[in-house]
T-cell receptor, first 110, second 113 residues
Framework: QQPVQSPQAVILREGEDAVINCSSSKALYSVHWYRQKHGEAPVFLMILLKGGEQKGHEKISASFNEKKQQSSLYLTASQLSYSGTYFCGTATSGNTPLVFGKGTRLSVIA | NAGVMQNPRHLVRRRGQEARLRCSPMKGHSHVYWYRQLPEEGLKFMVYLQKENIIDESGMPKERFSAEFPKEGPSILRIQQVVRGDSAAYFC???????????FGQGTRLTVV
């Protein structure tokens, strides 16, 4: 079942922070975050495995609450290069394919 | 180490023709996933293959669509008797093992006229 992402779209000024949420109705094994720019391939950002971990990637970090089946992606001090559509992909076990949400379109303006 | 290679990048087919989309995974990757993306929409899972085996095809239409990943050569997504509704971007991704970092190809944009 497809995870639900919120918000659908967000506009930020450079330097502002944003949070993108991803929730599932199923118990999750892992959550994967990707960013896709218009006309390009999705690019991997990070994986979070069950265990309630938090990971960081420069000024982009994420958390995974397996009890709530939710993950959040945190973007701090946003840069113009952060613009794009962010997708979370979820897996219910270690050998199932990812099911992606509909995406959150992030626009960072100067 | 070359990334995931998809070809062609753009494909135009008339209604009723066949479309063949190719995906060469990254070196050392034996798991391949195909996704379809419509404009302004998310990535919809179609099929998951491991060398010579279809692991999960739950997202692929039962008719006209088929996929293979032979022992030698690229993975192929085949769409027979294409219709206008098949127009979309088709992405493949590959990974070393399931549920690890998956790398996406640049996609094939199929247009059915």
């Amino acid at each position: 079942q497809q995870p639900v992402q919120s918000p659908q779209a967000v506009i930020l000024r450079e330097g502002e922070d944003a949070v993108i949420n991803c929730s599932s109705s199923k118990a999750l094994y892992s959550v994967h975050w990707y960013r896709q720019k218009h006309g390009e391939a999705p690019v991997f950002l990070m994986i979070l495995l069950k265990g309630g971990e938090q990971k960081g990637h420069e000024k982009i970090s994420a958390s995974f609450n397996e009890k709530k089946q939710q993950s959040s992606l945190y973007l701090t001090a946003s840069q113009l290069s952060y613009s794009g559509t962010y997708f979370c992909g979820t897996a219910t076990s270690g050998n199932t394919p990812l099911v992606f949400g509909k995406g959150t379109r992030l626009s960072v303006i100067a | 180490n070359a990334g995931v290679m998809q070809n062609p990048r753009h494909l135009v087919r008339r209604r009723g023709q066949e479309a063949r989309l190719r995906c060469s995974p990254m070196k050392g990757h034996s798991h391949v996933y195909w996704y379809r993306q419509l404009p302004e929409e998310g990535l919809k899972f179609m099929v998951y293959l491991q060398k010579e085996n279809i692991i999960d095809e739950s997202g692929m239409p039962k008719e006209r669509f088929s996929a293979e990943f032979p022992k030698e050569g690229p993975s192929i997504l085949r769409i027979q008797q294409v219709v206008r509704g098949d127009s979309a971007a088709y992405f493949c991704a590959s990974s070393v093992t399931p549920n690890t970092e998956a790398f996406f190809g640049q996609g094939t944009r199929l247009t059915v006229v």
